[in-house]
């Protein structure tokens, strides 16, 4: 198995996207979301590939005047889950916050996904708030923040 290639998604990619999406129920992002996103100057995607194959992807959103960035979604195909691709993603988008001038990366999580919870806050994200019926589906949410830092 190959390290993963991580780079900025075009929209070639979007069908494979729409594919990785449909593996997972609710909340998912529709094509004209990709589109959007993809065309937007305040919004990066970036995926990872393995062995050929789209693996994962981030959405990271930037606000006009704003030291915090977003994580708008970081989603791993089933099959290649616990191979670190989720902790390269969210490595990859905190430098990308970080070049951007960015001082905070935020995110939201659904609560009843100990995984992810579990990667981000091994990463060092902090719950800074409760969202109950936030999601689509009526799930409940956590808001979770890091601060980051300026490498050397």
Known sequence: MSDPALRDATPADLPALLALEAQFPGDRMSARQYRRHLA????????????????????????????????????????????????????????????????????????DNPAALALYERAGYLRIARLPGYYDDGGDGWRLEKPLRRHP
Do not use: M
Request: charged share 25%; net charge positive; with cysteine.
């Open 40 to 111: 937007s100057p305040r919004a990066r995607i970036r995926v990872a590939e393995r062995d050929g194959t789209l693996a994962g992807a981030s959405v990271l959103l930037f606000r006009a005047g704003s030291a915090t960035a977003r994580l708008y979604s970081l989603i791993v195909a089933p099959t290649r889950r616990g191979q670190g691709l989720g902790r390269q993603l969210l490595e990859d988008a905190e430098s990308l916050a970080r070049a951007h001038g960015c001082t905070r990366l935020r995110l939201e999580v659904r609560a």
